[in-house]
């Protein structure tokens, strides 16, 4: 789970992966009778305005009856798409959802809290490539936060492929069958209407998710950095609370209080910047659906109503099918947000991953930023603790002892009163007989 990819199919192939894989299956058969249902409600909608179209046509013995049973059955496909398809899906879906981020959730769980202590290596300062890596900030955030956001970011985009995907199917089959010969292109043969419309979506739906790619790298970019200030934050609030007496033993409230402001300043800077793009992103994509659904959809049919090929019924029925195309294959424009949010969280779920993998060794990853070469070995447990040229050190290539113990042996049973002055190394000692200090030499023998 260090890499985006290996993160996202880890579930799919864990011991949980026949729960994994039958709520997939569901959800897959459910969004595709929804792109199937989008054809049957764009032929209903042709039928309606037809039938409002010709209430007066002498033809029509029972104008009323033709409309309102036109009516009923759009009415009737759109809530058996929106309750018995999408409705479900979304049950399903956040099912998926909640089942993936618990998996994960004990994953990472289980790493941190390990016998290696990596919750508590993870802590300590690294070393990559000679030049010193920060630990990862905000762990609790990127454990909790971070994860939920990821999974159902990814759940949701998966829709959105998936949609697109059946929806070109089913409504680009339906285009074909009622393609016609086009005016002025009567090269293309039948298939004229068709062409002209996948011409129209091919046209304007990448051009437009080029704009969305480069506003979506700009969101991702300021949506990683808020989440690293919020998580800041919320920590610092946190850390106060749990030395609360401390703070009000010294009196201090002040300094508190200008470090919170110090802290939410980066939160608010970053968030007007941010609610400057989504702002403008919110523009762009109001602009588009606009001509998506006004202009771009009604254009490739227009040529065969004018030279009258095909019927106001047709020309309706056809532009709802490109306008269904156009919002299927938009999925990347409208979810621009979400997949910048989902690649900031992803960004920080593997950091913590690649994080936790390097501390598994923990003598090899202090010894990135010092000298490291503590041994450890058990004994009898009648012969009780030993401790033998001991050295404490500090971090640093050229750090020197700043504690040393030649030879200590503490017996079973035997009470020790270790005494010194503050600063001296009396917990440094403890931590490093536990195996807890980071850098120094020596040799720890345990009891069994």
């Known amino acids: 789970m260090q890499g985006f990819w290996g993160l996202m199919r880890a579930y799919w192939f864990s011991s949980r992966w026949k729960e994994a894989w039958a709520l997939t299956a569901i959800i897959v058969v459910l969004t595709a009778l929804g792109s199937k249902a989008g054809v049957w409600i764009a032929e209903a909608t042709g039928e309606l305005v037809n039938s409002i179209a010709y209430f007066h046509d002498p033809r029509n013995s029972n104008p009323l009856n033709s409309m309102l049973s036109a009516a009923g059955m759009l009415v009737g496909l759109v809530v058996m798409k929106d309750i018995a398809f999408i409705g479900v899906r979304h049950l399903f879906s956040t099912t998926l959802h909640r089942k993936w981020r618990g998996w994960l959730n004990t994953q990472f769980n289980d790493a941190l809290l390990d016998k290696n202590h990596t919750h508590y290596h993870l802590q300590h300062e690294g070393c990559e490539d000679g030049t010193p890596k920060a630990p990862p900030d905000n762990i609790d955030q990127r454990v909790q936060d971070s994860i939920k956001g990821m999974t159902g970011g990814a759940i949701g985009l998966a829709m959105g492929i998936l949609g697109a995907t059946t929806s070109l199917y089913f409504v680009g089959m339906k285009l074909i069958e009622t393609s016609t010969v086009v005016e002025g292109f009567q090269f293309l043969g039948i298939y004229g209407s068709a062409i002209l419309a996948f011409a129209a979506v091919a046209l304007y739906v990448p051009v437009n998710t080029w704009i969305a790619i480069k506003l979506g790298g700009l969101l991702e970019r300021m949506t990683s950095v808020i989440q690293q200030a919020e998580g800041s934050y919320r920590g610092e609030l946190t850390v106060l609370l749990r ?28 968030w007007g910047k941010l609610n400057i793009v989504h702002s403008g992103y919110m523009s762009f994509e109001l602009i588009y659906n606009f001509l998506a659904a006004r202009v771009v959809a009604y254009g490739p049919g227009l ?40 690649r900031a969280n ?16 923990p003598l090899d990853f202090y010894r990135q930023t010092g000298r490291a ?76």
Request: aromatic share 8%.
């Open 346 to 361: 992803a960004r920080r779920v593997t950091g913590l991953a690649q994080a936790i993998e390097s501390v598994q060794h």
């Open 373 to 448: 070469d503590f041994k450890f070995r058990s004994q009898a447990g009648v012969f009780g603790l030993t401790l033998r040229n001991l050295e404490l050190l500090h971090e640093g290539p050229v750090a020197k002892p700043f504690l040393t113990a030649q030879d200590l042996r503490f017996r079973r049973g035997e009470w020790a009163c270790l005494m010194g002055a503050s600063g001296c190394g009396k917990t440094s000692l403890i931590k490093a007989i536990n195996g807890l200090w980071p850098h120094g030499a020596g040799e720890i023998v345990l009891p069994e």
């Open 243 to 270: 030395r609360s007496l401390q703070v009000a033993a010294s009196r201090g409230e002040a300094v508190q209080r200008k470090m919170n402001a110090e802290l939410y300043q980066d939160i608010d800077k970053t």
């Open 303 to 342: 040529l065969p109503y004018m030279s009258g090929n095909i019927g106001l019924k047709s020309y309706v029925t056809g532009a709802e099918l490109v306008n269904s195309l156009i919002s299927q294959c938009s999925w990347f424009i409208h979810v621009m947000p979400a997949i910048a949010t989902l």
